[in-house]
């Protein structure tokens, strides 16, 4: 369901883009969804096959998972680690956030923690752009 959800988000422009195919990507193997999963994904979005997640599922899966935060700052880095964040890649990361219904104070650890570990790396250059990130688009 959550791989749904990004994947209608990245598809609202009718295309994928190279940054949104990375973040989908991670998204997947975060989720361990194997490569056929992620064919009938495109499919269901498309409209192609019927989805098989009902309204059952979908609010049993909308609940909060281990691992969330992780995948959720696994998708920023890969965000951060191109050129800089394009409109779809924030798209892409308030669908998550309200997806995985992140708080405020969760993403703020998250933002943290990407901080310590780029800061720890000696990476500037995504250190400049999560600073940027942050200033051009504060979690709401």
Known sequence: MLYLKTLETALEDDR???DEMVILNILARCLGLPEKTQGEALAITRGEIRSP?????EAEWSSRHIGDA????????AALDDEVITDDEMAILDCLRRAMSLQPDEHALVEEA???????????????????YESSHPYQ
Request: aromatic residues 2%; proline residues 0%; charged residues 20%.
């Open 70 to 77: 992780t995948c959720y700052q696994s998708t920023l880095i």
């Open 114 to 132: 990407v901080r310590a570990m780029i800061e720890n790396h000696g990476d500037e250059r995504l250190l400049s752009r999560l600073n940027a």
């Open 16 to 18: 994928i883009t190279a």
């Open 53 to 57: 997640i009902n309204s059952v599922d």
